[in-house]
């Protein structure tokens, strides 16, 4: 099964709300990284917290990672509908092969 | 404008009939990777290349065959294509295969196939 299983599978809700999306793994990781697709489209980079780091911020976006629970959080606040998307969390382990590992993602609405 | 080119975008193909999807990154990464994407299976890794000349399997290599003769081309042969290889394929690429910011992966825009 995939390393990253994201939590939930689709959300749905109105702009201006926060959206908060949670990501469990199951191996140690020397990163964390969460990516954002557009239906169909490439899925792009939105940010990376290391191993050692607990939250991370960018913009309307918070991450935080419990490596002891072995999961990461996704807050996007003051949701907007261009915010529209399947969120991944791709996990980086320690091995030297480059491998990330992506979660199923969870598909956000928010509605105008 | 630094990208990762997947072409063609859409391919509607029959089954044992040779094809080829190219994809090409200008960034100068030396790790480039093939996904394809299923409902509910999420990405699953098809392929991947540290550097030139150097290939490796992913999680799901049957039925496909990759080569990686120059560091900005990574193209995904399928010999002879069958119906469970409909899909939407992803190339990717990355830095290096270092972790931190190195590993961010530049994904290009996709090639959806329909093998018949």
């Known amino acids: 099964s995939q390393q990253g299983e994201e939590d939930p599978q689709a959300l749905s809700i109105q702009e201006g709300e926060n959206a908060t999306m949670n990501c469990s793994y199951k191996t140690s990781i020397n990163n964390l990284q969460w990516y954002r697709q557009n239906s169909g489209r490439g899925l792009v980079h939105l940010i990376l917290i290391r191993s050692n780091e607990r939250e991370k911020h960018s913009g309307r976006l918070r991450v935080t990672l419990d490596t002891s629970k072995k999961s990461s959080s996704l807050l996007i606040t003051a949701s907007r509908a261009a915010d529209t998307a399947s969120y991944f969390c791709a996990t980086h382990g320690s091995s030297n092969t480059g491998k990330l590992i992506f979660g199923q993602g969870t598909t956000l609405q928010v509605k105008p | 404008e630094a990208q990762v080119t997947q072409n063609p975008r859409y391919l509607i193909t029959v089954t044992g009939k040779k094809l080829t999807v190219t994809c090409s990154q200008n960034m100068n990464h030396e790790y480039m990777s093939w996904y394809r994407q299923d409902p509910g299976l999420g990405l699953r890794q098809i392929y991947y290349?540290?550097?030139?000349?150097?290939?490796d399997k992913g999680d799901v290599p049957e039925g496909y065959k990759v080569s990686r003769k120059e560091k900005r081309n990574f193209p995904l042969i399928l010999e002879s294509p069958s119906p469970n290889q409909t899909s939407l394929y992803f190339c990717a690429s990355s830095l290096s295969v270092q972790g931190g910011w190195a590993n961010i992966q530049y994904f290009g825009a996709g090639t959806r196939l329909s093998v018949l």
């Open positions: 290349s540290m550097n030139v000349e150097v290939t």
